[in-house]
C-alpha cells in the first residue's frame, strides 16, 4: 500500500518569509503524480501544484514551487514571500494511476500560520 | 460553471438514522469519490467510481453506501449512522487519464449525536 507521511503537523512563519512543508512517501511504482493541495478555513480543497515523477524539472506555480527528489521519495513544498492568505492546512497526496482513477492518498496535512 | 456541488452542507443526525449525501460534477469527469476529513488524519478515501456504472471500496467503507446514479451524480448513503460517522465528507471528480487532478465539492459537515 502507498503510504504519504507528513511530518510536521503545524508550522508558524512571519509574513515575508520562506516556508517548506515536507512531504515523503512509499511505493514501489516508478510512474506517478503527486500534488498539493491547500485547505483554507473555508474547507475547500485547492490545487496549488502538481508533479509528475516521470519530469525531472520541479514544478513551480508562482511563489510556489517543489523539491522533488525521486530517488529519497521526498516531494516538499517551498513557499516564498509568505502571504497571510496561505494561512491554512497543506495536504501533500499521491496517485499511481494516470488521471487518478482509484483516487489519490493523502498525508495528514500541515497546518501553515502565516503571522503578521 | 458550478463544478462539483454536493448537498446538504450540515446535517445533525441521531444514532440509527438514515442519510444519503448528494454529489453532482457538470465537468465530464468519469471518476469520482467519496472522502472523510478528520482531525489529525487528513482524507480517507471511502468509495470511488472510476467510471459509470462501477463502483469500488476504499480505505474505510464500512458502514457506507454509494450509487452511481449517471455520469454526472454519485451519492453516499449512511443507513444507519454511528457517532463514529461524525465528519466532514468531500466528493471529488477527475478527468481520467489526464492529470491526476480531483476537483473537490465544498465539503459536507456530518454530526451523529
Known amino acids: 500500500a502507498q503510504t504519504v507521511t507528513q511530518s510536521q503537523p503545524e508550522m508558524s512563519v512571519q509574513e515575508a518569509e520562506t516556508v517548506t512543508l515536507s512531504c515523503t512517501y512509499d511505493t514501489s511504482e516508478n510512474n506517478y503524480y503527486l500534488f498539493w493541495y491547500k485547505q483554507p478555513p473555508s474547507r475547500q480543497m485547492i490545487l496549488v501544484i502538481r508533479q509528475e515523477a516521470y519530469k525531472q524539472q520541479n514544478a513551480t506555480e508562482n511563489r510556489f514551487s517543489v523539491n522533488f527528489q525521486k530517488a529519497a521519495k521526498s516531494f516538499s513544498l517551498k513557499i516564498s514571500d509568505s502571504q497571510l492568505g496561505d494561512t491554512a492546512m497543506y495536504f501533500c497526496a499521491f496517485t499511481t494511476s494516470g488521471g487518478g482513477a482509484d483516487g489519490l492518498t493523502f498525508g495528514k496535512g500541515t497546518h501553515l500560520i502565516i503571522q503578521p | 460553471n458550478a463544478g462539483v456541488t454536493q448537498t446538504p452542507k450540515f446535517q445533525v443526525l441521531k444514532t440509527g438514522q438514515s442519510m444519503t449525501l448528494q454529489c453532482a460534477q457538470d465537468m465530464n469527469h468519469n471518476s469520482m469519490y467519496w472522502y472523510r476529513q478528520d482531525p489529525g488524519m487528513g482524507l480517507r478515501l471511502i468509495y470511488y467510481s472510476a467510471s459509470e456504472g462501477t463502483t469500488d471500496k476504499g480505505e474505510v467503507p464500512n458502514g457506507y453506501n454509494v450509487s452511481r446514479l449517471n455520469k454526472r451524480e454519485f451519492s453516499l448513503r449512511l443507513e444507519s449512522a454511528a457517532p463514529s460517522q461524525t465528519s466532514v465528507y468531500f466528493c471529488?471528480?477527475?478527468?481520467?487519464?489526464?492529470?491526476?487532478?480531483?476537483?473537490f465539492g465544498e465539503g459536507s459537515r456530518l454530526t451523529v449525536l
Open positions: 471529488a471528480s477527475s478527468a481520467q487519464r489526464v492529470t491526476g487532478e480531483l476537483f
